[in-house]
């Protein structure tokens, strides 16, 4: 996946994570792909994956769990405001 340079890749990682929780690609009470994987696949550090994680975690969308991965908690608000046509 090709990362825009003006963002953060800890954003878009994020970002991308949220839109695949959102749309049930990864479904609450599932694991994320584990940290080692999401670096191949996004081709970034372990940094960036821990940071994009973080967020993830603020927003109460991901817990990680020792012994268990980073397990889906919740999804992510649609912050989209309804207009009547």
Known sequence: MPL????PYYHQVADT????????DYPVGGLLPSAAELERSFQVSN????????????????????????????LPDDRRVPIRL
């Open 4 to 7: 825009d340079q003006a963002t």
């Open 17 to 24: 994570l949220r839109r695949r929780i959102g749309s049930g």
């Open 47 to 74: 940094i960036t994956v821990r940071k994009a994680m973080a967020l993830l975690s603020q927003e109460g969308l991901v817990q990680g769990r020792r012994g268990v991965g980073t397990v889906v908690t919740g």
